[in-house]
Structure formats: structure tokens, C-alpha cells
């Protein structure tokens, strides 16, 4: 079984800044991707970011330039660093594993953390 813990999550203003961490543990495939979602009230989960093996990175449009995707191997943790938050951030961020193992898919979710930007 994988368990995902994520931190870093509370209430900044507008312009600030939050770290998010989300280390897991378990037994998973070291070639993996892990990722950042999140979900506001009354929408759907929406891809922030992911960072698979060898540290190839996708972002979502809407936070290019001021969130940073990163990943510490050794920690089997993955950041997120976001800067210059915007009230339509506030959101519950979750993280995932994700990896194959030939013709199976597995992936894995963490409890999601709350973020709230105030305007």
C-alpha cells in the first residue's frame, strides 16, 4: 500500500507565497510521476503540475511562471513552490503517484490540503 502525506497547505494573502510538500511511502515502482492537483468548491480536480522521472515538468496554463514543480528522489517527496498567489488559487491541493507496471496502471492519492488566498 502507497500513502501520500501532504503539508504546507493555510490562509495567505494575495501576492504571497506557500511551500507544499507531499512525501510518500510504501512499496511503488521508482520510475513514477508524481503531481499536484486541485479542486475548488463547485469545480472539478484540475492538473497544477507534474514532474515524472528525470524531471520532465507539465504545468497547467494558469500557473506557469509562478508555481515550480520539484521532486527529492532520496525524500520520495514532491514540492510545490507557489509565489504571487491569486485568490482564484484557493483551492484543496491534492498530490498523486502514478507509474505502470507493463499493462497495469497505478495511482495513488494523498488527502488533499486547503489553500486559501485572500483578496
Known amino acids: 500500500q502507497v500513502q501520500l502525506v501532504e503539508s504546507g497547505g493555510g490562509l495567505v494573502q494575495a501576492g504571497g507565497s506557500l511551500r507544499l510538500s507531499c512525501a510518500a511511502s510504501g512499496r511503488f515502482f521508482s520510475f513514477n510521476a508524481m503531481g499536484w492537483y486541485r479542486q475548488a468548491p463547485g469545480n472539478q480536480r484540475e492538473l497544477v503540475a507534474v514532474?515524472?522521472?528525470?524531471?520532465?515538468?507539465n504545468y497547467a496554463d494558469s500557473v506557469k511562471g509562478r508555481f515550480t514543480i520539484s521532486r527529492d528522489n532520496a525524500k520520495n517527496t514532491v514540492y510545490l513552490q507557489m509565489n504571487s498567489l491569486k485568490p482564484e488559487d484557493t483551492a484543496v491541493y491534492y498530490c498523486n503517484i502514478r507509474w505502470a507496471d507493463g499493462s497495469t496502471t497505478y495511482l495513488y492519492w494523498g488527502q488533499g490540503t486547503q489553500v486559501t488566498v485572500s483578496s
Open positions: 514532474i515524472a522521472s528525470g524531471d520532465r515538468t
